[in-house]
T-cell receptor, first 114, second 113 residues
Framework: AQTVTQSQPEMSVQEAETVTLSCTYDTSENNYYLFWYKQPPSRQMILVIRQEAYKQQNATENRFSVNFQKAAKSFSLKISDSQLGDTAMYFC???????????FGGGTRLMVKP | NAGVTQTPKFQVLKTGQSMTLQCAQDMNHNSMYWYRQDPGMGLRLIYY???????DKGEVPNGYNVSRLNKREFSLRLESAAPSQTSVYFCASRRDSSTDTQYFGPGTRLTVL
């Protein structure tokens, strides 16, 4: 079975500082995307950023960027200039070996403190 | 453009009752998914439909059935609800391949007493 591991159940960061959330995965797919989703208290799952595995360049979306290490199967999310609205659960996801479904990690609860 | 919609938003059932959760998407996506999320945990796949007319089991299919009614709609049925099925249920869809983004509905909070 596929596993996606988020080793930090909870994290906190001061407003305006930078925080990094870690994720490791084990798909054997060659061409795949990896995803980070945010789940605020509203429960809605919101795509934060995605990374194309065949691209060496790390994806960035405004204050969000990834550190993608393909050989190590590591996919961490960096949030710069943290804002109170970033407080949420964050889930990373990778495809299974058949590429027909996503496997999600257990999540990291991020608290941004004023 | 509503994206992925789910009904109902909340539901309380008694053990043994049945119900159907409805999901619809208006993005012309081929693949649709049902997940459950238990407190403090990630999402686990119940069933998915790679295309209209096909359905497949995910990680936790026991106690559930699904119907891909047409390209837009994918329903999840609990035939005899159990307290262990108390959870938040999410429907999702994506266009086609593993490189496409999954888009999620707002979720249904189900409590089985």
């Amino acid at each position: 079975a596929q596993t996606v591991t988020q080793s930090q159940p909870e994290m906190s960061v001061q407003e305006a500082e930078t925080v990094t959330l870690s994720c490791t995965y084990d798909t054997s797919e060659n061409n795949y995307y990896l995803f980070w989703y945010k789940q605020p208290p509203s429960r809605q799952m919101i795509l934060v950023i995605r990374q194309e595995a065949y691209k060496q360049q790390n994806a960035t979306e405004n204050r969000f960027s990834v550190n993608f290490q393909k050989a190590a199967k590591s996919f961490s999310l960096k949030i710069s200039d943290s804002q109170l609205g970033d407080t949420a659960m964050y889930f990373c996801a990778s495809p299974n070996n058949a590429g027909n479904m996503l496997t999600f990690g257990g999540g990291t609860r991020l608290m941004v403190k004023p | 453009n509503a994206g992925v919609t789910q009904t109902p938003k909340f539901q309380v059932l008694k053990t043994g009752q049945s119900m159907t959760l409805q999901c619809a998407q208006d993005m012309n996506h081929n693949s649709m998914y049902w997940y459950r999320q238990d407190p403090g945990m990630g999402l686990r796949l119940i069933y998915y439909s790679a295309s209209e007319g096909t359905t497949d089991k995910g990680e936790v299919p026991n106690g559930y059935n699904v119907s891909r009614l047409n390209k837009r709609e994918f329903s999840l049925r609990l035939e005899s609800a159990a307290p262990s099925q108390t959870s938040v249920y999410f429907c999702a869809s994506r266009r086609d391949s593993s490189t496409d983004t999954q888009y999620f509905g707002p979720g249904t909070r189900l409590t089985v007493l």
